[in-house]
C-alpha cells in the first residue's frame, strides 16, 4: 500500500475513533440531541472525504458503523420532536437517569436494543400508556 494512502487511513481510523467517543460523552457536555447530531455529521463527512473511495478498510468499515448510529440518533431525535414538540423537552427527556439501568436514555441509545426500547417508549408516551 502507499505509504501516503496508509496515512490517510490511520489518520481516519483515529478520527473515527474520536467520534465513537464523541457519541459516547455528548450527553456528558451537555449537548443537546440536535447539536450532537449536527456536530457527528460534519465529523463523519470531513472522514468520508479524506478517506475517499476506502472501501474493505478498518477506516470504512468503522465510518459505515458510525454512520449507522448517527441514522439511529436522528430517528429518535425526530421522534422525540413528534411526541414532545420541544426540543428542550426532548433533551429533558433523553437525559433523564434511569436507575433500573444505571444510565441516561442517550446513554441507553449507545447498548444493544437502546434504540428499539427508546422507541417503544415513546410509542407509550404518546398514546398514554405511560408519562
Known amino acids: 500500500m502507499d505509504p501516503k494512502r496508509k496515512k490517510i487511513l490511520e489518520k481516519a481510523d483515529i478520527d473515527l475513533h474520536r467520534t465513537y467517543l464523541f ?3 455528548a450527553a456528558d ?3 443537546t440531541m440536535a447539536e450532537t447530531i449536527r456536530s457527528a455529521t460534519i465529523k ?3 472522514i468520508e472525504q479524506a478517506l475517499g473511495p476506502a472501501r474493505g478498510s478498518r477506516a470504512a468499515d468503522r465510518l459505515k458503523l458510525l454512520k449507522r448510529q448517527l441514522a439511529r440518533h436522528v430517528v429518535i431525535q425526530k421522534r422525540a ?3 414532545f414538540e420541544a426540543e ?3 433533551d429533558s427527556y433523553l437525559n433523564t437517569w434511569i436507575p433500573d ?3 441516561t436514555r ?3 441509545l449507545l447498548k444493544p436494543g437502546g434504540v428499539e426500547a427508546v422507541l417503544n417508549e415513546l410509542g407509550q408516551i404518546e398514546h398514554g400508556v405511560i408519562r
Request: some cysteine; glycine content about 0%; proline content about 0%.
Open 23 to 25: 457519541f459516547q460523552k
Open 29 to 31: 457536555h451537555r449537548l
Open 44 to 46: 463523519l463527512e470531513r
Open 81 to 83: 420532536m413528534d411526541v
Open 88 to 90: 428542550r423537552a426532548v
Open 101 to 103: 439501568l444505571y444510565c
Open 106 to 108: 442517550r446513554e441507553w
